[in-house]
């Protein structure tokens, strides 16, 4: 049974960093497709933003909305995906999954607040 648990979020405040870590089990993690959606305040599960994504290979897409402050990594050997995240601005304030995207499964998903 595939399972993604999310963690480092948290209330940060406008310009900080925070880094999110995803852990998954049940899956042959490295050849997987992962990514990190958002979704923001008010906004439906089927309107989950695709922040960024990162192949098996390793290459790497962007959200323009992202692009130059968020980092998408992964360490295959610890089965972890990472988000870093800085400039923050109150607008990246989401709930933050991590997604298993070659096999369609989803975290539970971490709060980000961006707030002074």
């Known amino acids: 049974q595939v399972q993604l648990v999310e963690s480092g979020g948290g209330l940060v405040q406008p310009g900080g960093s925070l880094t999110l870590s995803c852990a998954a089990s049940g899956t042959i993690f490295s050849r997987n497709t992962m990514g990190w959606y958002r979704q923001a305040p008010g906004k439906q599960r089927e309107q989950r933003e695709q922040v960024a994504i990162i192949y098996g290979i390793g290459s790497k897409d962007y959200a323009d909305s992202v692009k130059g402050r968020f980092t998408i990594s992964r360490d295959n050997a610890k089965r972890m995906v990472y988000l870093q995240m800085s400039s923050l601005k109150p607008e990246d304030t989401a709930v933050y999954y991590c997604?298993?995207?070659?096999?369609?499964?989803w975290g539970q998903g971490t709060q980000v607040t961006v707030s002074s």
């Open positions: 997604r298993d995207i070659s096999r369609g499964y």
